[in-house]
């Protein structure tokens, strides 16, 4: 085992490794680009859901005209490029708005059919996708309408920095749609064009290959105890272009579950992101230190088996000898014994055993215990190659504090960071857009009996919701569903802010919208958000903890354990948050936070060492548009560059590796032997001394076929071998005495 060990350790820390782009940035992309199949998926379902629920709320009331269900969209939702109602028997089209819709690439005459209303992509002339989300208005009397909505590709608050692409592709690997890559005519100089130029073709190239792979089984496309994305996703290496390297990520469209499918996973999408890199060409490690420490393990090794064998082993080989001497007959030598531990006290044993199959009269001598005894011998043997193991766990190879993150590791942070905070932004201006539709659908005579059903309706197709009810002015709650409203009794809605946070002292935060319904003197519809919902929406793997803080710094939500209103755990990233909200609220800091070209300089990432532990932290506040401005809530997520691929850390991780290796191989062959030699052959010193001191009964069985067995079949042999002794000489003495 320490032979294997020593190989292990010079293949392992004596490898020679040039890891130009590390590990860890690779898998960066890799999670830049699920968060961005992530975004895209529920942008699609959201809006399908939406465009769906929207048609169901209109079949529910009164028949009203095309016109009035576009304008009512419009005003509550403004996700779509283009709206259109269209009569599905003579294809007639009775209104739209925004941008024309491709109508002729809907077959009216299949919409019947069980995958009729699917979304699906249309081509333009332009060579832009445009994806088509449909749903059917159906009032008694009047024929059947359809509600066709036009959306792009973009993917949704994906933060790309200043060098970074994205795309979206097909399962032809087409790019359907991309961003962060300039067009040629905004190019001022030959170099920034021939670099635009190579970047798409780059993009392009990458995506061809992130096609294929996407394909695989998501099983089989994942490393062995990866996981947190349900879909297949990974990293690629492009061509260098100057300085610089192309990285790219890629992702497919999945379901919140494995296995899961909804109308975006269906579309067989993929997202692509692509960043240069600059290839570090320092990063080499020597070969000396492996080879060396395996030199070590091998000397002390040795050293350890050379005690083994003079202290353990040939002892016992001589007492095997010895005790075969004497159960042969040869009792003339004196027995000779070792000097110390359990081999001299059987040696002592078997000489007074010698004596009294001659008939000679022997004392037992003075038996003393000495220190030096196996288990001594097994402690020494354990310390020597705990020499070897701790400094390796302990003292070689520490990154320290003087560890280099890789630059592109911090700008991930950010930026991912600035999309979680988004996609938590965009979730709850969803929700309350929500509440805004079902606001808008009740009128004044409006029965409590439909009010609830409508917001039974919403809750069980947007499960965003703890409670969904309807105020009046004076708080009463006319419709309700889900759970109790912690709305103060008989206080009103309040309409000044659209979402806010009720409340600051209970164990779970509550997070509140509400949407004004026009003419009922005050009454809104109001929707408490779930936790979890907010939870879900800033888990991501990757990121380390990722806490969702309110204007005072105090914790809201979370990807893991939290107390509720509780403060962040360090000052620093109290300050940072403090610093990126002040950024925030300055016009002339957003501006220089979102444009600056020296990423160091950038006040929303920082890099800290923390008790000796390197630390990546980032923030974003909620400065984009919607309903949830108003919070003033931050995102911050922070985790330690230790847990990164970094080589610094991987070198460090190895060592220590060896260094917990050497301690099992040492628990493991130390212990092997306590349990089959040392055990077994201090159990045969008290058989040995109670046999010489008299014991004829006790039957000397071997527990293991080795040396120690051989001596106790041979001191069973002796034992056997004295009673015949006795009678012989009792013979001989009493027929001396007739004589």
């Given at each position: ?18 890891e130009r782009v590390p590990k860890a940035v690779l898998t960066s992309q890799q999670h830049f680009a699920e968060d961005g199949a992530i975004a895209l998926r529920a942008s699609i379902d959201e809006s399908v859901t939406d465009l769906t629920r929207t048609a169901g709320l209109f079949n529910a009331g009164d028949p009203v005209s095309a016109d009035s269900v576009l304008d009512k969209i419009g005003n509550v939702y403004q996700k779509w490029l283009g709206t259109a109602v269209v009569e599905i028997k003579s294809g007639k089209l009775l209104a739209a708005r925004g941008e024309n819709v491709p109508l002729t ?101 990458l995506a061809a290959t992130a096609a294929v792979k996407a394909d695989e089984h998501p099983l089989k496309a994942k490393e062995p105890g990866s996981g947190g994305f349900p879909g297949v996703s990974g990293s690629l290496i492009g061509e260098r272009y100057l300085d610089d390297r192309a990285i790219a990520g890629y992702a497919t469209l999945a379901g919140a579950q494995a296995g899961e499918s909804t109308a975006a996973t269906g579309l067989g999408l993929r997202v692509v992101a692509m960043v240069g890199v600059t290839e570090d060409t320092t990063a080499v490690s020597k070969p000396v230190f492996g080879l ?448």
């Amino acid at each position: 085992m320490l032979l294997v060990l020593a190989g292990i350790t010079a293949l392992s820390l004596g490898r020679v490794t040039n890891e130009r782009v590390p590990k860890a940035v690779l898998t960066s992309q890799q999670h830049f680009a699920e968060d961005g199949a992530i975004a895209l998926r529920a942008s699609i379902d959201e809006s399908v859901t939406d465009l769906t629920r929207t048609a169901g709320l209109f079949n529910a009331g009164d028949p009203v005209s095309a016109d009035s269900v576009l304008d009512k969209i419009g005003n509550v939702y403004q996700k779509w490029l283009g709206t259109a109602v269209v009569e599905i028997k003579s294809g007639k089209l009775l209104a739209a708005r925004g941008e024309n819709v491709p109508l002729t690439a809907i077959d009216r005459g299949k919409l019947g059919d069980e995958n009729g209303l699917t979304p699906r992509l249309v081509r333009l002339q332009n060579g832009e996708t445009r994806l088509l989300a449909l749903a059917v208005l159906n009032w008694p009397g009047e024929s059947q309408k359809l509600l066709v909505a036009s959306s792009g590709l973009k993917v949704p608050g994906v933060s790309l920095g200043n060098s970074r692409a994205i795309a979206v592709i097909d399962q032809q690997g087409q790019v359907l749609s991309q961003d962060g890559i300039p067009e040629l005519e905004q190019a001022k100089t030959q170099a920034k064009r021939k670099e635009i130029t190579n970047s798409g073709k780059q993009l392009k190239a990458l995506a061809a290959t992130a096609a294929v792979k996407a394909d695989e089984h998501p099983l089989k496309a994942k490393e062995p105890g990866s996981g947190g994305f349900p879909g297949v996703s990974g990293s690629l290496i492009g061509e260098r272009y100057l300085d610089d390297r192309a990285i790219a990520g890629y992702a497919t469209l999945a379901g919140a579950q494995a296995g899961e499918s909804t109308a975006a996973t269906g579309l067989g999408l993929r997202v692509v992101a692509m960043v240069g890199v600059t290839e570090d060409t320092t990063a080499v490690s020597k070969p000396v230190f492996g080879l060396l420490a395996a030199g070590a393990l091998l000397a002390i090794g040795g050293l350890t088996v050379a005690v083994l064998i003079g202290t353990v082993q040939r002892p016992l080989i001589r007492l095997f000898l010895e005790s075969r001497r004497l159960t042969r007959g040869d009792l003339t030598r004196q027995v000779t014994s070792p000097r110390y531990g359990e081999g001299a006290r059987i040696g002592a044993a078997l000489e007074l055993l010698r004596r009294q199959l001659i008939g000679e009269p022997a004392e037992p001598p003075a038996r003393r215990r000495t220190r030096l005894s196996a288990r001594t011998l097994l402690v020494v043997c354990g310390v020597l190659l705990l020499a070897w193991c701790a400094p390796l766990m302990l003292l070689f190879n520490r990154a320290g504090d003087s560890v280099s993150v890789p630059k592109q590791i911090v700008r991930d942070q950010r930026e991912r960071t600035d999309t979680l905070n988004d996609r938590v932004r965009r979730g709850l201006n969803e929700g309350h857009a929500d509440l805004a539709s079902v606001a808008a659908l009740i009128g004044e005579q409006t029965e409590p009996a439909a009010m609830t059903k409508v917001l039974q309706r919403t809750m069980s197709e947007h499960p965003r919701y703890d409670s969904l009810y309807v105020l009046d002015a004076g708080g009463s709650v006319l419709a309700r569903t889900g759970t109790e409203p912690h709305n103060p009794a008989g206080k009103g809605p309040s309409t000044k802010e659209p979402i806010r946070l009720l409340g600051d002292q209970g164990k779970e935060p509550v997070v509140v919208g509400t949407a004004e319904i026009s003419g009922r003197k005050g009454a809104a519809v109001v929707g408490e958000f779930r936790i979890e919902f907010l939870n879900s929406l800033v888990t991501r793997p990757g990121l380390g903890v990722v806490r969702v803080v309110d204007a005072k710094s105090r914790v809201i939500a979370g990807n893991s354990g939290f107390l509720a209103f509780q403060d962040l755990p360090n000052n620093r990233l109290t300050s940072l948050v403090e610093r990126v909200n002040k950024q925030s609220a300055d016009a002339k800091g957003a501006k220089n936070a979102k444009g600056s070209k020296e990423d160091d300089l950038d006040p929303r990432a920082i890099r800290y060492s923390d008790g000796g532990t390197v630390q990546i932290a980032a923030a974003a506040p909620f400065d984009g548009g919607g309903a949830a401005k108003s919070l003033g809530w931050t995102v911050v997520s922070w985790q330690p560059a230790s847990g990164l691929a970094i080589p610094e850390y991987n070198l460090q991780n190895r060592t220590v590796l060896a260094g917990l290796l050497g301690v099992t191989a040492a628990t493991a062959c130390l212990g092997w032997l306590y349990i089959i030699v040392v055990r077994p052959l201090r159990a045969l010193v008290g058989q040995a001394e109670a046999l010489a001191d008299g014991d004829r009964r006790t039957v000397l069985y071997p527990r293991h076929h080795d040396e120690v067995g051989a001596v106790v079949r041979s001191f069973e042999l002796i034992r056997q071998q004295l009673p015949v002794q006795q009678r012989k000489r009792d013979g001989k003495t009493s027929l001396a005495g007739r004589n």
